[in-house]
């Protein structure tokens, strides 16, 4: 009996094998093409326009200085490339332009960014009025 299981699995065998062979073999079919968008997204995000060296390398001299001083860094930093700053100053520019974007934020939603409003004068001071001594009682 057992040889006669194997006989059955060898002819079922060879039979699958010689229909596989008549089978027409399926073409490869390539994979539509990327969108235009989708591709200029992709080639973007890998871009090095963004990141933070290629940003800072572009701001001008003053704007530089600026975030340096904003950073707490030493006159000396501001003469330094992107690259050459540590862990810890890149940190601290990182910080120092969050903190710029706050004002500037705080300035537009005061809308008070028209030249025309940082020359107005107008006192907000806040005027103390003199303490009077205590009386006894």
């Given at each position: ?22 089978k027409v ?10 969108p235009d ?45 992107y690259h ?54």
């Open positions: 009996m057992s040889n006669a299981a194997i006989e059955i699995l060898k002819n079922r065998a060879s039979a699958e094998v010689g229909e596989q062979s008549k073999l399926l073409k490869s079919v390539d994979a539509k093409p990327m968008g989708l591709a200029k997204i992709k080639a973007l995000l890998g871009s090095d326009r963004h990141t933070a060296e290629y940003v800072y390398t572009h701001l001008t001299k003053k704007q530089q200085v600026i975030v340096c001083y904003s950073a707490g860094l030493t006159k000396a930093d501001t003469e330094k490339s050459e700053f540590n862990k810890e100053q890149r940190i601290q520019i990182h910080q120092a332009v969050l903190q710029l974007q706050e004002i500037v934020t705080a300035f537009v939603d005061a809308n008070a960014m028209s030249p025309a409003r940082f020359l107005q004068k107008r006192d907000f001071s806040v005027t103390k009025k003199p303490q009077q001594p205590a009386q006894a009682h």
